[in-house]
């Protein structure tokens, strides 16, 4: 909270001297003390504006701010591969004897609303979530790569005392696949078909675009980059 344009001193911070709430908890809460404004799971709507609320205590000057907040309506949690199968050849890091399974990605996707907003749908918010498996013995969580582990059944869900009910199913496989693994020497990278200057922010937002890769090396020194995939 600062005062200003008074006409004898140039404008000062004086928070302290004023306590603060917001005219709906539902939407954000307040600190009265130091007027710090946060979301917490106490938090169950979002809403176009929720007034900020400050007033002096020493006199009775007030002030109110608008604040805009989406909150999470609905969330769905995805796997890249909800059979992850052992791979041949392949062993568990650390052990030579314990046989190696494949990885899946999980994503998570969250729609964002409130009272009088437009609901924004297929926001990806992975990176903003944790997540926790619910048999770390058949498939282990880390980010967001489930691995298995062993044969079975098993369920992840969100972590971290999130609030939003999203779980996704994924069964470890005894099954064996064969990895090829491809390898290319890359010098260089130009675009041959650029992909736009903006995506809508859905998940099901799609574009095409092209790169030409070119294997140059003609002097000694020359340097290139090896890529592979499986």
Not at 113 to 130: E, H, I, P, Q, R
Not at 198 to 207: D, G, H, I, L, Y
Request: negative net charge; glycine residues 6%; charged residues 10%.
């Amino acid at each position: 909270v600062e005062h200003y344009n008074r006409a004898a001193s140039a404008s000062a911070t004086m928070t302290s001297a004023y306590a603060c709430s917001a005219d709906d908890a539902t939407v954000a809460t307040v600190n009265s003390a130091s007027c710090l404004v946060s979301l917490t799971p106490s938090q169950t709507a979002g809403a176009a504006s929720v007034a900020i609320t400050a007033t002096s205590t020493t006199s009775a000057v007030s002030a109110q701010a608008p604040l805009r907040v989406w909150f999470p309506v609905a969330a769905s949690l995805h796997i890249s591969d909800s059979s992850l199968q052992r791979v041949e050849g392949l062993m568990r890091a650390g052990s030579c004897e314990q046989p190696g399974y494949q990885t899946g990605e999980l994503t998570l996707v969250a729609d964002f609303g409130g009272k009088a907003l437009d609901t924004v749908f297929g926001v990806d918010v992975t990176s903003l979530a944790t997540f926790v498996s619910s048999d770390a013995a058949v498939a282990s969580v880390s980010g967001a790569l489930l691995t298995g582990v062993s044969p079975g059944p098993a369920s992840v869900a969100l972590g971290g005392g999130a609030t939003a009910n999203a779980t996704t199913s994924v069964e470890v496989s005894e099954s064996v696949v064969n990895v090829t693994l491809t390898a290319v020497v890359v010098s260089e990278i130009a675009w041959a078909s650029q992909p736009p200057s903006s995506v809508a922010a859905s998940a099901a937002s799609e574009f095409t675009a092209s790169a030409t890769l070119a294997q140059d090396l003609q002097l000694e020194g020359d340097s290139a980059g090896v890529y592979a995939w499986a």
